[in-house]
């Protein structure tokens, strides 16, 4: 089964290419399952439906969370279904099981005025302000992920025409525009970055640390943490939740959802809809103003 599982992990990369993070999370999970299996007594290539429901009940033992147990599942399945493909076994023993359930978590997010605040706490004195500036600017203007965020090299932007391309889950490529103040914000960083070049000199990552280097997914979201704390908005912000804004905001002005799920990297418009909310004042306005018996 290592071996295989090997393999597997092997076709995700270089065939479905799959994020590392993604590959990462199905190789603990299988190897969960295969720790699973010894203890039972169980050959991996003699499992049955009965087996993996018994594996489940004990991942619900552990108190895991449905989304945690969803996706060792699809691990599972998708694992099964490549070893059907290579004729390493006959069936697929996770193809009729069901997905559980998954809870319906409302994400944190902010209203519009909350943002704008949040926009005007970061100062312009030093390089490191001026990055702050951008990087919150930027992720407002684009909704894009923390990592993609922390991803983009300067050739990925023309600020002329403010878009930035973005790569996203699975290597995909898009381009997402921005407006004029994240311009602003990007063109003032990007005068002040050479002071934040190490000895090495500039490199291709737009955002740096105070050493030169690029700047970390932790970083962004302390950075994030840091500047929330300086508002009075009191729930927890994450990076993640100014994305939500971004998409709930863009519905809520009347954008449509397939536009917002290009716009995000969503392959599928129901993980969109997540992302998306409008309060209900807002709601019976549209109502109000678009219904022709209202």
Not at 111 to 132: C, H, I, Q, W
């Amino acid at each position: 089964m290592v071996k295989a599982i090997s393999e597997f992990l092997l076709f995700l990369r270089h065939e479905k290419n799959a994020s590392s993070h993604t590959i990462a999370a199905y190789g603990r999970d299988l190897n969960q399952l295969i720790e699973f299996l010894a203890e039972a007594g169980v050959a991996w290539n003699k499992v049955d439906r009965i087996v993996l429901r018994r594996f489940m009940a004990y991942l619900y033992d552990r108190d895991l969370k449905k989304s945690s147990i969803g996706r060792k599942l699809a691990a599972i399945r998708s694992f099964y279904d490549f070893c059907v493909r290579r004729k390493l076994i006959a069936a697929n023993p996770a193809e009729s099981l069901a997905t559980p359930r998954q809870e319906r978590l409302v994400p944190s997010f902010l209203s519009e005025a909350e943002v704008s605040m949040l926009l005007e706490v970061p100062e312009t004195g030093t390089p490191a302000d001026l990055r702050d500036r951008a990087v919150l600017e930027l992720f407002y203007a684009t909704g894009v992920r923390v990592s993609e965020l922390t991803g983009m090299n300067l050739d990925d932007f023309n600020l002329g025409d403010r878009f930035v391309r973005v790569r996203g889950k699975g290597k995909k490529e898009r381009i997402v525009p921005f407006g004029r103040k994240a311009a602003a914000a990007m063109a003032d960083y990007l005068r002040a970055r050479p002071l934040l070049c190490g000895e090495e000199g500039p490199g291709e990552a737009v955002f740096l640390n105070r050493r030169g280097g690029r700047l970390s997914q932790r970083s962004v979201q302390r950075l994030v943490q840091k500047y929330i704390r300086k508002t009075s908005v009191a729930r927890k912000i994450s990076p993640h939740s100014l994305r939500h804004s971004f998409a709930s905001h863009l519905l809520g002005r009347g954008a449509d959802l397939r536009v917002i799920q290009e716009l995000l990297g969503h392959s599928s418009l129901a993980t969109t809809q997540k992302y998306t909310h409008v309060d209900l004042k807002q709601l019976m306005a549209t109502y109000r103003k678009s219904h022709p018996r209202s």
